[in-house]
């Protein structure tokens, strides 16, 4: 465990220092293929690093952070698009839009305490007065959720110790529910340290994708918003605009969505790679074909019907969420399992437990001092 929480601060001693090159040096090269050029070599570390962890916790959200959303922000960086533009005032704030799942509120709304008013809205207000409305954000509705779903996660990771006696749609429900809740806390404190040291109003990164009517509304709307919004402008919006004068505006939509859920689902490859360090099968990937597939045609559907006709959300929400679940079980589960990932991720909970013991200060843990 010492092992791998010094290869873990490694890894992002080295990707901090390489955040210090691009917010220094290649925010001066002019944006376009000089400035692609000189972050390739980024590119390059970014991909190898997590190499260096075996946890599939500690690997599994380096991975996702630095090879996915790290490297997909660089690259629109280097055209001057995406969340890296315009550049961040301060070093630390570049380093936490690149390398953490967070967007920052462009014009975040005013938050005061309840039964107050705004500081602009006195009792007596004149026009001599000129006041400095000032933002004040509270907190304590979310940790509480955040502790929540954290023993929600708990509980789920505890039922699994029972799954032989468990109904294998009851296994179903509880791998669905770990896989969000999972996500949802690591994209949580990922985006603590922004919210704790620059008190940044942070776009959502899920919203509720179990109320989801639809896949449009489960894909574009409520899962991990975050990766949505790099892979738009990272591939929807490039292979849309260039194929619309080839294929027509309809054929290039439709291509746009097949290309993004593909890419999405080769990024899923490339996470499972670095999990289980066993040659991809593809079954994630054609997971998201799926999807793709489904979901372009859940929009053509709509726009024939012209919301003419619309199922009820009773029927709608849950008929999403049973496809998704199944298609995952068929599809998106299966090389996790295959490969031991959750039996892993078990033996790592009671590794990280026991290295927490035993490091706590003895007075703590109530003992005595030999």
């Not at 074909?289 to 726009?303: D, R, T, W, Y």
């Amino acid at each position: 465990m010492e092992d791998e929480i010094y290869n873990f601060i490694k890894v992002w001693i080295l990707t901090n220092i390489s955040m210090c090159y691009c917010f220094y040096i290649a925010t001066r090269i002019p944006k376009g293929i000089t400035r692609f050029i000189s972050l390739i070599p980024i590119f390059y570390l970014f991909i190898i690093l997590p190499l260096n962890l075996h946890s599939s916790h500690l690997c599994g959200i380096t991975t996702f952070f630095l090879v996915w959303l790290g490297n997909f922000k660089l690259l629109l960086f280097s055209v001057d698009l995406g969340p890296l533009s315009p550049t961040p005032r301060t070093l630390f704030q570049f380093i936490s839009v690149a390398c953490l799942p967070i967007k920052i509120k462009q014009n975040p709304p005013q938050k005061y305490p309840p039964n107050t008013n705004p500081p602009h809205q006195t009792q007596n207000p004149t026009k001599s007065e000129n006041p400095v409305v000032q933002t004040v954000t509270y907190v304590p509705k979310k940790s509480l959720m955040l502790a929540i779903k954290a023993l929600l996660f708990a509980l789920v990771f505890r039922s699994f110790a029972y799954k032989q006696h468990l109904h294998p749609y009851v296994i179903l429900a509880l791998h669905c529910c770990h896989m969000f809740l999972a996500l949802e806390i690591v994209l949580a404190l990922g985006a603590t340290p922004a919210r704790a040291f620059f008190g940044f109003e942070l776009e959502p990164q899920f919203n509720k994708p179990y109320l989801s009517t639809s896949l449009q509304d489960f894909w574009s709307r409520r899962w991990n918003i975050m990766v949505t919004m790099i892979l738009r402008p990272v591939i929807y919006y490039p292979v849309r605009r260039i194929s619309t004068p080839i294929l027509g505006p309809r054929c290039a939509r439709n291509l746009a969505v097949m290309s993004t859920f593909t890419v999405s689902g080769l990024m899923h490859e490339v996470i499972y790679y670095y999990l289980t360090r066993v040659p991809p099968t593809w079954e994630v990937t054609w997971f998201f074909v799926l999807h793709g597939m489904s979901m372009a045609i859940e929009v053509e559907v709509k726009k024939a019907v012209n919301d003419r006709w619309r199922l009820h959300h009773l029927v709608s929400g849950p008929s999403t969420l049973v496809f998704l679940a199944v298609t995952a079980n068929w599809l998106f589960f299966p090389q996790l399992l295959r490969n031991d990932v959750y039996v892993k991720a078990a033996s790592e909970y009671a590794i990280m437990l026991h290295f927490v013991k035993s490091h706590l200060p003895l007075h703590i843990m109530g003992g005595k001092a030999s």
